[in-house]
C-alpha cells in the first residue's frame, strides 16, 4: 500500500489531479461553515441540538456535510442535483426525445447534463423555499410542530426581503456545488458529485463516535467501533461482488479479414442501485413528514382535548416517523429499499434492450437461443441477483438504526442511525475512485492499488 501511494504520487500529472481534487473538496468544506446573510446566527446552537432528535433533519445533514444544521450557503448540499439526477434517469425511460439523447453519445448527453442543470436549479429553488417557510417564526403556526426544530433564524424579521436573501444565497450555493463537481470530474480524479457526497459523509462521522462516547462511554464508542468495521468489511465483499453472463460471438468474414470470434462476458454487479433505493426511501419518508406540518389542526386545550382529525395525524406521524428509529419507520422504510432497488435496477439494465444489441453484434449466450429467450434469461438473472442485493442494503440501512437507536441514549441513537448509509456512500465512492488512480498507474507501467 505505501509503495502504491509513493508511485501515485510519482506521475506529475497524477499528482495535479489528486492536488486539485483535494483543493476543491476544502472549499466545498469552507462553504459548509458560512452562515447564509439574513438570518439570526445566535440561534444556530439550538438548531445542532434539536437535529440529534430528528430523523429527517439528520438525513438532510448527513448529505450537507453538517450545512443545513449551520444554514450555510451550501446548505442544501448534494440532494437538488442527486435528485434532478434520478428524475431524468426515470424520464429518460418514459419520453422518447430523452432516450434518444441517450442513444447519441457525447452529444446527447450533453443535452441531459444542460437539463439536468436546470432541473437542480428549480428544486434549488424550491427547496430553499420551503426551508424559510418551515423557519417562519420558529415554526409557530404549525399544529404539529415543526420537524426542523422550533428555531427563529429569522429574529422574528421574517420578510420578503430577508426571504429572498436566504433562496438566492442557498440556490448559488447549490448551483456553485454542482459546478465544483463538475471541475473535478474535468480536471481532478474520480467524479467529482460523487467526491463531495463522501466529503460530506465522512466529515460526520468523527463528531457523531464522539457523541457516542459523550452520552454512552468509552465501552460504547469501541463496541460502535467494531460494529462499523464488520459492516465496512461486508459492503466491500458485496460491491465487489458480480454476476459474469458469458457471451461468444461468432465468426465473421469480411474480404480477407476475420472479425468477431472472441468471448466476454456482461457483468451484473449485485448492488447495482448503489445507494439510489436509500435515497428514494428516505425521501418518501420525509415526505408525510413534511405534509403534517401544513395540516390544519386545531390548538389543543391544556388537557389535550380540542384537537380534530388533522390532531391526530399528526400525532401518528411524530409517534411513527419523526424519530427515525421506530418499528413501523423500520419496516416501510425496508419495503420501501427492496422496492427502489428493483425499479432502479429494471432502469439501469434493460434486458430487452441488452439482447437485441447482442443479437445485432452477432453474438449469443452459451446454450441460450438470441432474442426473447435470452431476454428472457437475463430478466431471470437480474431478478435473482437484484434480490441479495437489495435485502444487503436494507440489512445495511436498518439494523444500525434499530440497535443503535435502541441501545444508545436518543440524541447518539439518532446521529448514527445512518451510519451503514454513510458506509456504504463511502466505500463505493472510494472503490470507483481507487480504480480510476489504479488505470492511471498501470497505463505507467506502476504497480497500482488493487491487485487481481
Not at 432497488?341 to 447482442?358: E, G, L, R, S, V
Not at 444487503?392 to 441513537?413: E, K, N
Amino acid at each position: 500500500m505505501l509503495s502504491s501511494m509513493k508511485n501515485m504520487f510519482k506521475v506529475d500529472d497524477l499528482r495535479n489531479k489528486i492536488a486539485f481534487t483535494v483543493f476543491m473538496i476544502l472549499l466545498y468544506r469552507l462553504g459548509s461553515h458560512v452562515p447564509v446573510p439574513g438570518i439570526d446566527v445566535s440561534t444556530l446552537q439550538t438548531l445542532k441540538d434539536n437535529a440529534s432528535q430528528s430523523g429527517a433533519l439528520e438525513f438532510l445533514r448527513l448529505f450537507s456535510g453538517g450545512a443545513i444544521t449551520q444554514f450555510a450557503v451550501f446548505a442544501l448540499g448534494v440532494m437538488p442535483y442527486i435528485t434532478s439526477s434520478i428524475i431524468m434517469q426515470i424520464l429518460a425511460v418514459v419520453i422518447p426525445k430523452l432516450e434518444q439523447w441517450q442513444q447519441q453519445g457525447a452529444v446527447g448527453q450533453r443535452k441531459i447534463t444542460q437539463w439536468t442543470r436546470y432541473l437542480t436549479v428549480a428544486i434549488a429553488i424550491m427547496q430553499s423555499t420551503g426551508l424559510t417557510f418551515l423557519f417562519k417564526n420558529g415554526g409557530q403556526g404549525f399544529a404539529g410542530g415543526n420537524p426542523l426544530g422550533d428555531v427563529d433564524l429569522f429574529g422574528g424579521n421574517y420578510n420578503w426581503s430577508r426571504v429572498l436573501i436566504v433562496v438566492i444565497s442557498l440556490t448559488a450555493g447549490t448551483a456553485l456545488i454542482m459546478w465544483m463537481g463538475e471541475l473535478v470530474t474535468q480536471r481532478g480524479i474520480g467524479n467529482g458529485m460523487s467526491l463531495l457526497i463522501f466529503a460530506s459523509v465522512v466529515s460526520q462521522l468523527p463528531a457523531n463516535f464522539g457523541a457516542v462516547r459523550a452520552e454512552s462511554g468509552l465501552i460504547a464508542m469501541i463496541l460502535v467501533g467494531l460494529m462499523f468495521t464488520g459492516v465496512l468489511v461486508a459492503i466491500v465483499f458485496v460491491e465487489q461482488g458480480q454476476r459474469r453472463i458469458p457471451v461468444q460471438f461468432a465468426k465473421r468474414q469480411v474480404g480477407r479479414r476475420q472479425y468477431g470470434g472472441q468471448n466476454t462476458y456482461i457483468p451484473l454487479k449485485v448492488n447495482a442501485s448503489g445507494v439510489i433505493p436509500i435515497i428514494f426511501a428516505n425521501s418518501m419518508l420525509y415526505l408525510p413528514v413534511m405534509i403534517s406540518t401544513v395540516l390544519p389542526g386545531n390548538q389543543l386545550n391544556a388537557d389535550g382535548s380540542g384537537g380534530n382529525w388533522a390532531n391526530d395525524v399528526q400525532d401518528f406521524i411524530d409517534d411513527n416517523f419523526r424519530g427515525g428509529s421506530g418499528a413501523l419507520y423500520l419496516t416501510v422504510y425496508g419495503l420501501f429499499i427492496i422496492g427502489f432497488a428493483y425499479f432502479y435496477a429494471a432502469i439501469q439494465f434493460d434486458p430487452h434492450k441488452q439482447a437485441d444489441q447482442i443479437r445485432k453484434q452477432g453474438g449469443f449466450i452459451p446454450g441460450i437461443r438470441p432474442g426473447p429467450q435470452t431476454e428472457r434469461y437475463l430478466s431471470r438473472i437480474l431478478n435473482r441477483i437484484t434480490l441479495p442485493g437489495a435485502l444487503f442494503i436494507s440489512f445495511v440501512a436498518l439494523v444500525p438504526a434499530f440497535v443503535l437507536g435502541r441501545t444508545l441514549d436518543s440524541d447518539a441513537g439518532v446521529q448514527l442511525g445512518f451510519f451503514g448509509t454513510s458506509i456504504l456512500i463511502a466505500v463505493g465512492v472510494a472503490l470507483e475512485t481507487m480504480k480510476q488512480i489504479d488505470s492511471q498507474l498501470m497505463m505507467r507501467n506502476y504497480e497500482g492499488f488493487l491487485k487481481s
